[in-house]
T-cell receptor, first 117, second 113 residues
Framework: AQTVTQSQPEMSVQEAETVTLSCTYDTSESDYYLFWYKQPPSRQMILVIRQEAYKQQNATENRFSVNFQKAAKSFSLKISDSQLGDAAMYFC??????????????FGQGTRLTINP | DTGVSQNPRHKITKRGQNVTFRCDPI?????LYWYRQTLGQGPEFLTY????????KSRLLSDRFSAERPKGSFSTLEIQRTEQGDSAMYLCASSSDTVYEQYFGPGTRLTVT
């Protein structure tokens, strides 16, 4: 079974600085999807960024970028120029391909990110 | 596009009572998922529908839990004879055959007293 591990329960960063959230996963599959979701306090979960395992290029969305190391099964999220609105729980998630059956997301335990003004 | 909606947003019930939650997915999405999230943890998969067919159920979904999606649109999740361990946030998400991102609703927070 696939597992996702986020080893940092909490992180904090000064506003305007850069922070990196870590995620490792375990799978025997060679193709899959990886995601970072953000869950602000008392608000719904939203997708931050996604990565297809077959793509070597790291995904980037504005201030958010990933460092995808397939061999190491590592998928970290870098947030540049941190803003107060970035404060939230961040979840790393894994999803198999269609042909592998289940469409479920497998989530890590989450990292609570605090932005210090 | 009004997003995924869930009702009620909060539910407090006494142990042993039955509760039912509703999820309305994004209108053009044929796939619907239920997850459960306990405090401080990531969501855990419960069940998945493609159109009206329930294609997968987690072992977390005990016999007291049942989910339906009768017309392939909205879905309901019922918990019978609730227990204190059922207290959690129940999340619904939807996606389509062409868009693999899952879009989440705001969740229903269940408290069993």
């Amino acid at each position: 079974a696939q597992t996702v591990t986020q080893s940092q329960p909490e992180m904090s960063v000064q506003e305007a600085e850069t922070v990196t959230l870590s995620c490792t996963y375990d799978t025997s599959e060679s193709d899959y999807y990886l995601f970072w979701y953000k869950q602000p306090p008392s608000r719904q979960m939203i997708l931050v960024i996604r990565q297809e395992a077959y793509k070597q290029q790291n995904a980037t969305e504005n201030r958010f970028s990933v460092n995808f190391q397939k061999a190491a099964k590592s998928f970290s999220l870098k947030i540049s120029d941190s803003q107060l609105g970035d404060a939230a729980m961040y979840f790393c998630a894994y999803r198999p391909l269609e042909i592998q059956g289940a469409q479920k997301l497998v989530f890590g335990q989450g990292t609570r990110l605090t932005i210090n003004p | 596009d009004t997003g995924v909606s869930q009702n009620p947003r909060h539910k407090i019930t006494k142990r042993g009572q039955n509760v039912t939650f509703r999820c309305d997915p994004i209108s053009e999405h044929n796939r619907l998922y239920w997850y459960r999230q306990t405090l401080g943890q990531g969501p855990e998969f419960l069940t998945y529908f493609q159109n009206e067919a329930q294609l997968e159920k987690s072992r977390l979904l005990s016999d007291r839990f049942s989910a339906e999606r009768p017309k392939g649109s909205f879905s309901t999740l019922e918990i019978q004879r609730t227990e204190q361990g059922d207290s959690a946030m129940y999340l619904c998400a939807s996606s389509s055959d062409t868009v693999y991102e899952q879009y989440f609703g705001p969740g229903t927070r269940l408290t069993v007293t």
